[in-house]
């Protein structure tokens, strides 16, 4: 199979990436060289993660002229043409990596200087693919979450159809080769479309089996919009994670499937994700997952296993941040009148 999906831009997208969402600094630097030294050639970031100077330090030790990736000798590639996954020297354009605009830096002035903050500590000339992190936008200012005394976020009322305008911008200025966005529903990305000179290229979501996301898939790619799923593994590592909460991972129907192929749950849920044609990011610090989680293009799972991991689907998203209210867990942006779920 073909481990790439070409964008509405024309560029050519690895179907698995590695996601730096949780990463710590201190670990995020080996694990992107880990992932860069077997055969990963797509890094997502985001601004909001706080890690991405440290991403570039590992991006500065592989990629440019006179520098090489230490290839891990196995069949992490198999299926694929040895002369096009294994040079010796990787130049910038092997290499896919993807920023997040953050809430804060939605309004038309800032956005190109958010943009240029990432590319500065990511050391690249440009992004291969910017993102509008989610719809609401927050206060401007250096502050991440901007919030009131009483703890409640502090929005701003700049509206993403104008955000876009200015992401355009930034592709004329070959600051960025594609744009796109993040947590947008299928309303919100014809809203989009519908204003766009530049179509968005991606829309990234939470996706894995518990969430499946049939109507919304069907709707981008309707539309020519690539999915990206982030949390395709269900993210256990997630902050807010309650302790008796499922864990994807360990569901014992993935495990017999696993057993079946004498693959490992997170292989067999990252086969069902490319081989359903969504782009996937697992986030791993642990070089042997990191390795793990590439072989998947070695497999292919049967049809009926492809169904019977789709009806795991419960419509379950882990990754709406949440806030206390009146002695309840509720949805912490559920009110802004641009909350996309
Ligand atoms: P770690 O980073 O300690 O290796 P997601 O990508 O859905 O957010 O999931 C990330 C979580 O899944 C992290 O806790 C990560 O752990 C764990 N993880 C990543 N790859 C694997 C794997 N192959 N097997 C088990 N757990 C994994």
Redesign the pocket.
Known sequence: MDPFVTLSSGQRMPLVGL?T???APGQVKQ?VLAALDCGYRHIDCAAAYGNEQEVGGALALRVGPGKSTLLIPGDCFAGWRRSDCLPQELSREDVFVTSKLWNTKHHLEDVEEACRTSLAHLGLSYLDLYLIHWPMAFQRGKELMPRRGDGSVLYSDTHYRDTWLAMERLVDKGLVRAIGLSNFNARQVDDIISVARYKPAVNQVEC?PYLSQANLLSHCWAVGVCVTA?????????PWALADEPRL?EDPRLGAIAQKYRK????VVLRWHVQRGVVC??????PS??E??MRVFDFCLSEEDMKQIQSFDRNERFIVPTVERDGQRVWRDAEHPHFPF
Do not use: F
């Open positions: 996601g969402w949780k990463s694990a894995h982030y949390s395709p593994l269900g993210s256990g590592d997630r991972l490992t749950a997170a292989q990011i697992p986030k791993s610090v642990t997952r990191i793990q989680n």
